[in-house]
């Protein structure tokens, strides 16, 4: 369980749960920025045998197209079911998760939320 939970609100969620198979997807983006520190988070619900999930998180100024790296945005390498978070600070208006799949099937949904840290 997290240390400092966040609130699901559906405004905020960057990935819906949906099983994604090997390779990279990002989704659109949600206007958000510019932000303080706020936290994301990654609920893995299910993975076949061997998958792994690499994510991190972009920003733009243009919906859907423009997306760069945030600067220590990135998720440890995501092996388990279970819910992995990170701190960041968005400079732009719009914020995606990418998320690369490795070997098998991975089941899995983002968020972003408060900080309350």
């Known amino acids: 369980m997290s240390q400092y939970p966040i609130t699901i609100d559906a405004e905020l969620t960057l990935r819906t749960s949906a099983l994604q198979g090997s ?3 990002a989704n659109t983006g949600i206007a958000v920025g ?3 520190l706020v936290k994301a ?3 893995a619900s299910v993975i076949a ?3 792994t999930l690499d994510a991190h998180l972009e920003e733009s100024d243009t919906l859907g197209s423009g997306y760069a790296d945030i600067s220590g945005a990135t998720f440890t390498q995501i092996t388990a079911v279970g819910v992995s978070e990170i701190f960041f600070k968005a400079a732009k208006k719009y914020v995606r998760i990418y998320g690369t799949v490795g070997v098998a099937n991975f089941t899995w949904a983002a968020y972003i939320g408060q900080a309350n840290k």
């Open 49 to 51: 045998a061997g998958g």
């Open 41 to 43: 988070r990654v609920d």
């Open 34 to 36: 510019p932000t303080g």
């Open 23 to 25: 390779g990279a997807a």
